[in-house]
């Protein structure tokens, strides 16, 4: 049975404003919808996993989902939100990041089905479309009344000190955005455009074009904007955005990211980022309140969107990582981890890294010492030797002169130093 969207969107706390008559339309006629995604680098944050989701539940729920990547969008730049205008991206690097995009959208949203998901780029009906003929099909429908009472422009127009005004490439963005909605109503039928809260202005210029100039009837969704119950932007870490390219951000750091996240926001984000049902999410956050000590509701959320972004040999080593770094890990573990995941995970965790020469031998005092720095003195390593606090691969140490020699590097090339519960560092052989 497919799944009603807008019950769905709502529940899930992700309707924020809606045209009236959607429902009747969603009831009635299968649809196609879209959403758009700014090219500006070459990898989808988490922030987009809002849009993300909701193409995917959109179509669970038996609809057409297309995303729009903005190949001619992101030589603009879109005003909304924004105090300043943004650097103008090269046709090189637009290339570039639509490729990255691409291909994480086509691990969420099924493609090959018959009318299935759709990815389309606006610089393909934009390259050969001539000024003259822009201004004229497109900006006589839109007054300049309608486009200046839009919050977009209005909080940049109007002054104050974090505003450097609007240029006319960023005060066209609307009208640009508006003439996608009215190509893909025109050429693929869509009906519904979708987007954050942020986006309403925009979407709703594409509606009132395709009224004023076609004389038809087109609807807007939109999302809220997440942010964190601290009020911190939500997909924002000490180390900047939460990417979906592993190489941007590792699977581990991706995976802490929803291991760390507080109760009141984990209970937001497994309704949003999961496709658990809803008795199923409600009943996972219920068994959480009675002990949220083993947060079982971080470690479900985790372990879900992980595995859908990253993949289930990706969670396996991030839990892996988890486990050595804060748990009971093996050396067997860290015997299982390729050279690239051993270097990835550890570095990705912040763990501390030096390079040492192995040559004949080192002894333990030494690599906690003079090579690691993991111990500031040899007389402090001599106490936690005796003390049983120190560790190599997983293994204690107590034996301040045994020797560690390269055939004792996990993968050839590394040692794990370990102090008490949460200090390491990774030795590199070179």
Known sequence: MKRDFIEELSWRNMLSQKIDGIEELLKTER????????????????????????????????????????????????????????????????????????????????????????????????????????????????????????????????????????????????????????????????????????????????????????????????????????????????????????KRTSPYEFFQFWLNASDEDAATYVRIFTLMDRASVEGLIAEHATAPHERKLQKALARDITTRVHGQEQLDVALAATDVLFGKGTIDQLKALTEAQFEQVFVGAGVQVAEVSFGAGIAALDLFTEKSGLVDSKNNAKTFFKQNALSVNKQKVTDASAIFTSDKLINGRFLLLQKGKKDYCLIKAV
């Open 31 to 246: 649809v196609s919808g879209y959403i758009g995604f700014d090219p500006t680098a070459d990898s989808l944050g988490v922030g987009n996993l809002v849009q993300v989701m909701t193409l995917l539940h959109f179509q669970e729920a038996g609809h057409r989902p297309i995303a729009l990547v903005g190949g001619a969008t992101g030589m603009v730049g879109d005003p909304s939100g924004k105090s300043a205008e943004r650097n103008l991206l090269s046709a090189d690097d637009l290339e570039k990041n639509l490729a990255g995009q691409r291909r994480q959208l086509e691990r969420f949203l099924d493609f090959n089905a018959k009318d299935g998901a759709l990815l389309v780029n606006n610089y393909d009906w934009f390259k050969e479309m001539r000024f003259l003929d822009f201004i004229r099909d497109a900006g006589k429908h839109l007054t300049i009344n309608y486009m200046m009472a839009k919050d977009s422009v209005k909080n940049r127009i109007g002054g104050g000190e974090n505003s450097e005004g609007m240029s006319f490439t960023e005060f066209t963005y609307q009208l640009i955005q508006g003439w996608d909605f009215y190509w893909l109503y025109k050429h693929h039928g869509v009906k519904l455009q979708m987007g954050g809260s942020d986006q309403w202005g925009n979407i709703t210029s594409g509606t009132e074009l395709i009224r004023r100039k076609d004389g038809g009837k087109a609807y807007a969704i939109t999302t809220p904007l997440i942010t964190k119950a601290d009020g911190t932007k939500f997909g924002k870490t000490e180390k900047g955005n939460l990417w979906l390219d592993p």
